[in-house]
């Protein structure tokens, strides 16, 4: 079998309050092979303070839909979160729209940033 071509598009690290582990997560662009189409894949590595590899997990999305689902899931989180920080009786209607506002300013500048490289 023929091993599909990995681009790497993005790639990061999240402290997620772990002590003892360091999470990774790359998101990388896997093209069509034979018998399989194209795809992104979202993976995810775990590892120790020693740099030891640990869990490595992915995620790969074959469609354009499951894609834009699971943004929009991760959207809805992000809002969720930012809205757990703020205290109750101050979140309102604007507040909401706000919050979403400033993901979607920071969504737009990075996109506009990255035609720009091209």
Do not use: W
Request: hydrophobic share 35%.
């Amino acid at each position: 079998m023929i091993k599909a071509n990995k681009i790497s598009l993005e790639q990061g690290n999240v402290s997620g309050g772990l002590h003892d582990l360091k999470q990774v997560y790359k998101i990388n662009y896997l093209e069509k092979e034979k018998n399989y189409s194209d795809k992104i894949e979202l993976a995810i590595l775990l590892k120790r303070d020693n740099n030891n590899e640990g869990a490595y997990r992915s995620l790969r999305f074959s469609s354009k839909v499951q894609l834009q689902a699971f943004i929009l899931n991760l959207c809805k989180a992000y809002i969720y979160f930012s809205l757990k920080k703020v205290d109750p009786n101050n979140i309102t209607p604007y507040l909401k729209l706000a919050h979403l506002n400033d993901l979607m300013n920071n969504i737009s500048k990075e996109i506009k940033e990255m035609f720009r490289g091209k």
